[in-house]
């Protein structure tokens, strides 16, 4: 999936459902060296009719210095992925899963060569006919329908929060130079504020998750014109996270660029609802 690029290096991957299409890329952009965005994703081949639960896509955005905004990111993903593997099923479980990786952040964060780094994390999974999306710090979650672009997240910065208290314009926004500056991320403290969002969809619809290197060089209404061939059963989404990626290229790419594009096929339900008991477990 990686090549031996610098920090995580060009990250590649796609795959498919018979109810989902998804395709990821990541890439260095023009003038960083390192990489330190990571993205990951969990859904075993031929698993999808006898697994309990979604596939969880991931993307995360590392900082620190001295190499640790890579491993901070690399860190949070994996981890979220094993939590999601190996803990309880269903979109109930996402919130807990995002913690989890703030506490491996947060241990790692403690090791002197490591001390300061940090990651946002953005993960997205499906539950019968809804897909949930947990989030903390500014990498964002689109949702694109009948060719129109939503932004499901709300970033974690404080420059949003000037535009949510309307203090700033989002045209002011744009180039504002605390635009970088987060409120929330993972590794700062044991304990993060994950939020949840839950959006019902339909067959057609794509999501789009991304880091800021790749939503502050494209606007909406591009990504969802890149997403747009998906409609067709012959394009793989991995074409269309590389369209993105390219995008951003072509303008310079000051920051890492990772998208992650996840279309879905089918009709609802997507993937199983969550098995729930009104009776605790013995331990």
């Known amino acids: 999936m990686t090549d031996s690029g610098p920090g995580n290096g060009i990250l590649t991957a796609g795959g498919r459902w018979s109810t989902l299409r998804w395709g990821l890329r990541s890439d260095p952009g023009h003038l960083r060296t390192t990489n330190e965005d990571f993205a990951g994703v969990i859904a075993p081949e031929g698993a999808e009719t006898t697994w309990d639960r979604s596939p969880l896509f991931v993307v995360a955005d590392g900082m620190g210095g001295h190499a640790s905004g890579e491993v901070a990111s690399s860190v949070a993903v994996t981890t979220a992925l094993d939590a999601w593997a190996s803990g309880p099923a ?3 479980a996402l919130r807990g899963v995002l913690r989890s990786a ?6 790692m964060a403690n090791k002197p060569e490591h001390r300061g780094m940090g990651t946002t994390i953005t ?3 499906f539950e019968g006919s809804q897909a949930a999306v947990a989030h903390v710090g500014d990498s964002r979650a689109y949702l694109v329908h009948d060719s129109a672009c939503v932004q499901l997240t709300s970033d974690h910065s404080r420059v949003a929060e000037m535009v949510r208290m309307k203090m700033l314009s989002p045209e002011q926004a744009a180039n504002h130079p ?5 409120t929330r991320s993972l590794g700062n403290e044991p304990l993060v504020q994950v939020d949840l969002t839950r959006q019902t969809l339909e067959r057609g619809d794509v999501l789009v998750l991304c880091s800021d290197g790749l939503w502050d060089l494209v606007s909406r209404a591009e990504i969802a014109l890149a997403v747009a061939p998906l409609q ?6 991995r074409g ?4 993105l990626v390219d995008l951003a290229l072509e303008r310079g790419a000051p920051d890492n660029v990772t998208a992650v594009v996840v279309a879905v096929t089918a009709d609802p ?4 609802e969550a098995r729930r008991s009104f009776f605790r477990r013995r331990s």
């Open 240 to 243: 269309a996270a590389s369209t």
């Open 269 to 272: 339900p997507i993937a199983p």
């Open 90 to 92: 269903g979109s109930g």
């Open 102 to 107: 703030n506490l491996a952040v947060f241990d």
């Open 232 to 237: 067709s059963e012959h394009e793989e989404a």
């Open 178 to 182: 605390m635009r970088s500056q987060l």
């Open 123 to 125: 993960a997205l999974c």
